[in-house]
């Protein structure tokens, strides 16, 4: 361990070829989709629906919800940046931090303002101090569960206290991009979420299907609500906003449960894996409930380029070092390199 925190022993320099630094699946579209994306080939000429609206009622019948509760985007970024299209220019937006770089970057780009709150030492997201960081300037609040980068969940009952304590004009946007690998009895489910959504209009939960399902090069995401910000987030859809890749995928993904969860299944077996041996080498990651670890370091710089060293590409954040949980054999090979390093 000294090798990868210290001097140690030069490790031969060489082109990060193991991609563990965006949080993508290193696994390609499950076998149904697959055959399904190779069919659509042939029709890759034609244009998507001009609106998302075959694809929003598939989603809404996966989730049970009316489809008018939902609104399909370019990823989770996309239908966040049309939420905060919504925001006059010098509202703020309050979350954790760090976080995902994305939702500072978006609110830049519309001339808001990101006022970030620090997670605790153990990588949890304080809601109280959110919930007191809210100004009559906030636009939004955004509590991401599990939590990008630190792999946290918040407490089913202290994000209903939450969503309650938040006044009703201040927006409240629930992350969910990585819920798939968090363990039910410990971080948020589906239909939870739902039911917040429908006794608080103020609430929208923001899903993806980069993550779990693998299709981050699609560029799709959903959101869903009862309320004014699903009707903010459609007001300014873009015609063909949804290629028609993604029309045909997002539905077999859908229905293909089995494999997902099969998949979701590995994911997570080498993910507490790969925290076991990282702690035995003295480099003991924060409990995850996603598809990465967080590594706490003083130099996350330092220990980012030490892992690039051994080929393996990883993200420096404000405190720490992220790694996303590729394959079996990726892992294997990280192990590996950690061990000897």
């Not at 918040?154 to 629930?174: N, Q, S, Y």
């Not at 790969?274 to 967080?294: D, I, M, Q, T």
């Not at 690039?308 to 720490?320: D, L, N």
Request: charged share 20%; net charge positive; hydrophobic share 50%.
């Amino acid at each position: 361990m000294t090798g990868l925190l210290g001097a140690g022993r030069p490790a031969d320099l060489r082109r990060p070829s193991i991609r563990l630094a965006l949080n993508e699946s290193s696994y390609g579209p499950t076998p149904t989709v697959a055959r399904a994306l190779r069919s659509w080939a042939a029709t890759a000429n034609r244009y998507p629906g001009f609106r998302t609206d075959r694809l929003r009622a598939a989603i809404a019948v996966h989730a049970g919800m009316p489809a008018d509760w939902v609104a399909v985007g370019a990823g989770a970024t996309g239908v966040l940046d049309q939420l905060f299209q919504a925001a006059t220019p010098g509202d703020e937006i309050v979350g954790a931090t760090p976080t995902f770089d994305g939702y500072p970057l978006l609110a830049a780009a519309r001339g808001l303002r990101y006022r970030g709150i620090r997670v605790g030492s153990d990588g949890g997201v304080d809601l109280d101090s959110l919930a007191a960081g809210v100004t009559p300037s906030t636009f939004a609040v955004i509590v991401c569960s599990p939590h990008n980068p630190t792999g946290s969940v918040v407490d089913a009952a202290a994000l209903a206290r939450f969503v309650a304590a938040i006044p009703e004009h201040v927006r409240v946007i629930l992350d969910e991009a990585y819920l798939e690998f968090a363990e039910a009895a410990s971080g948020p489910d589906p239909l939870r979420s739902g039911v917040l959504a429908a006794t608080h209009p103020n609430l929208v939960v923001v899903r993806s299907f980069s993550k779990a399902f693998g299709l981050a090069g699609l560029r799709v995401g959903y959101a869903f609500g009862a309320g004014r910000p699903i009707e903010e987030i459609r007001a300014v859809e873009l015609p063909f906003a949804v290629g028609a890749a993604a029309e045909v995928a997002v539905p077999v993904a859908l229905a293909a449960v089995a494999e997902t969860r099969r998949r979701v299944a590995r994911i997570v077996a080498d993910r507490e894996r790969l925290a076991a041996g990282l702690r035995e080498v003295g480099l003991p990651p924060l409990k995850s409930h996603a598809n990465f670890l967080y590594l706490p370091t003083h130099d996350p710089v330092a220990l980012t380029e030490r892992f690039a060293q051994g080929g393996i590409a990883v993200k420096a954040c404000a405190a720490g070092v992220r790694m996303s949980i590729g394959s079996t054999a990726e892992t294997d090979a990280v192990l590996e390199w950690v061990r000897r390093a």
